[in-house]
């Protein structure tokens, strides 16, 4: 039987497919499922990027956590420093190798970017022992010049070697052809793996991708929900024909319809699309200054919120403030609920709070409140310092309250860039939301989700 090899692609959506909370619910997953591979997209926000890879690197144990670095110096770098406490960390190097792709997004010929892409890998396998080549449009590529860049970059360091197919013209047996034409001129050592990335585009993705590990590959590259080989299709393929194919994979294929329907439900239904570009559909809804505060209203309530009239009323004149300015999305409104709706006073006030995590620690955190003049302080640990610092809330509140939903977007650019934190708690059947700013993304979400806690609080003492 040959080992399958399974890296997922889910997570690597654009920027607003998932919420924080979403991403790190579906990563646990995933672990769940026992994917050889997690992976994440390039580094975009230094800050809110490498706090999510530094969150599932907490539980993401067993699998390989995978971070793209892209083409650049910079992306590797970023990507290391992300990667910094994950067990089992993979750098990828992603780039075009077609004339026209490597002309038109890096100005440069075969010779000089084969000397990139050894160059990068040299780079990566400093801090990385483990390193894969993404060859964008490898289907594109000139002959002769994958299994030279191949063997380059493997002599460089790269244990990976993965064949993207970004097109998806092939039919299965000619993808075949292709990948055993690869693997016979490149002979690579048998240390360095050889990967598949199939388009889905055609609804063939699977049957090339199984055509072409009994071509030589070893890899496979599946994602839930998008326009590469969909891991549930290839998880039952290999459930049903695995024998007679003489495939096989570490893939928990009795959990796998259970693990692939709560992804489903954590992506709040249906798994975000991607359209011919292969970008994600927009926000459900947008406003601008016409709309009314009925049909804002509607937009609230269909967010989860329960709000007063009088609520209502401060939402939407902060909404017509920001909709004379720009048009307001989803994430704009809820940002606006949080900081108009329900203001309270502050039953709770944050005083100080101390973080500790790394590869060799479990994240602790010891945070101090202040209520009616009296300090009250806590030490919690959970998964990631973000998931400790609210579980030591909740232990000095003495409630433990749900956790609907986590973002984190920046404000300002730049290294001391802000960040805008939102936290929705669900208590009772009612939704709070809670907004945090500050150039510390710990303390920005504490203080969003002291926030909601007060809303909530007072809502319980004034019923």
Do not use: W
Not at 91 to 115: C, D, F, N, Q, W
Not at 307 to 317: I, M, P, T
């Amino acid at each position: 039987m040959k080992r399958v090899f399974l890296c997922d692609r889910t997570l690597c959506r654009q920027t607003g497919a998932y919420s924080f909370k979403e991403k790190i619910e579906i990563a646990r997953q995933l672990e769940n499922l026992s994917v050889d591979g997690v992976e994440l997209p390039i580094i975009e926000n230094i800050r809110t990027d490498v706090l999510l890879v530094k969150t599932i690197s907490s539980f993401v144990k067993n699998s390989v956590l995978s971070v793209d670095a892209g083409g650049t110096a910079e992306g590797v770098t970023n990507a290391a420093a992300a990667l910094a406490s994950a067990a089992h960390g993979r750098i990828r190097i992603s780039l075009p190798v077609s004339t026209v792709g490597m002309e038109y997004g890096y100005h440069k010929k075969a010779p000089k970017m084969r000397l990139l892409a050894e160059e990068l890998v040299r780079l990566a396998a400093q801090s990385c022992d483990d390193v894969e080549f993404c060859a964008l449009d490898a289907t594109r590529a000139d002959d002769g010049f994958l299994p030279e860049l191949a063997n380059a970059v493997a002599a460089a360091g790269a244990r990976t070697f993965t064949l993207c197919d970004i097109e998806g013209k092939m039919l299965p047996d000619a993808f075949s052809r292709f990948v055993a034409d690869f693997v016979r001129d490149a002979n690579l050592p048998e240390t360095v793996r050889v990967g598949v990335q199939c388009s889905n585009i055609n609804g063939l993705a699977a049957a090339c991708a199984v055509m072409a590990v009994q071509a030589g590959a070893d890899v496979v590259k599946t994602a839930c929900g998008s326009d590469v080989t969909d891991l549930g299709t290839f998880g039952t393929l290999l459930k049903n024909c695995g024998t007679d194919c003489g495939l096989s994979a570490k893939l928990q294929l009795t959990k796998l319809g259970r693990i692939l329907s709560q992804i489903t439900r954590i992506s709040g239904g249906t798994l975000p699309a991607a359209d011919a570009d292969g970008a994600d559909a927009d926000d459900s809804f947008h406003f601008d200054e016409k709309d009314s505060q009925e049909t804002v209203a509607a937009a609230v309530r269909k967010l989860g919120y329960d709000l007063s009239a009088e609520d209502e009323v401060k939402v939407y004149e902060a909404f017509r403030r920001v909709a004379v300015k720009k048009t307001v999305g989803v994430k704009e409104l809820e940002a606006i609920v949080a900081s108009a709706a329900l203001q309270v006073p502050s039953t709770y006030k944050v005083i100080s709070y101390v973080i500790n995590t790394g590869n060799l620690i479990s994240p602790s955190a010891q945070i101090k409140l202040e209520k009616d003049g009296e300090t009250l302080s806590a030490i919690g640990m959970g998964d990631g310092p973000i998931d400790a610092a609210f579980l030591t809330i909740d232990q000095i509140v003495g409630s433990h309250y749900e956790l609907d939903d986590f973002q984190i977007q920046a404000v300002t650019e730049g290294k001391e860039a802000m960040a805008s934190t939102l936290v929705k708690l669900r208590f009772d059947g009612k939704l709070y939301s809670g907004n945090g700013i500050s150039t510390d993304i710990v303390g920005a979400s504490i203080r969003a989700y002291v926030n909601a806690l007060n809303k909530i609080v007072y809502e319980e003492a004034t019923r």
